[in-house]
């Protein structure tokens, strides 16, 4: 209802007042009856439309609170990813480094070996550089997958 509800009282009064000044109170009954049930209904509808409100309230914060707990969820994916890729590239070149030593040094060895006419230990030293190259490989992969 627009109007204020003692406008349309006032209104309905004067409708029920007869040009003599007697009232016609069956009338004047019967239109504040329909009056305030009016009324009713406007504040029932507005009743249906604050619940209705307050229910769409309640699914927005549940929708900000999962948006949130996502958000939360992908950062600390994101930092455990992080954390992963620094491990696997400080263990790879921490790796690396002796490994490389351990082939120089083979490779030196082979050679004294090959020189001094000791073709079996010049064998068994070959297959351990071919070993070490292949672990060093392996570890060049997965230096290359934390770079990715």
Known sequence: MNRPVHR????????????????????LLL???ETYGEHDRDLQ?????NALMAEELEEMASIR????????????????SA???RFLANMSHELRTPLNAIIGYGE???EELAAGGQLLL????????TAARHLLQLIGGVLDLTKI
């Open 8 to 27: 349309v009282l006032e209104r309905q009064l004067r409708k029920a007042t007869a040009p003599d000044g007697r009232i016609d109170l069956r009338a």
């Open 31 to 33: 239109a504040v009856h």
């Open 45 to 49: 509808r507005i009743d249906r439309a």
């Open 65 to 80: 609170e999962r948006a949130s707990a996502a958000e939360m969820a992908r950062q600390a994916a994101d930092a455990a």
């Open 83 to 85: 954390a992963k890729t």
């Open 108 to 110: 030196m060895l082979a």
């Open 122 to 129: 010049q064998n068994d030293a070959e297959r351990m550089l």
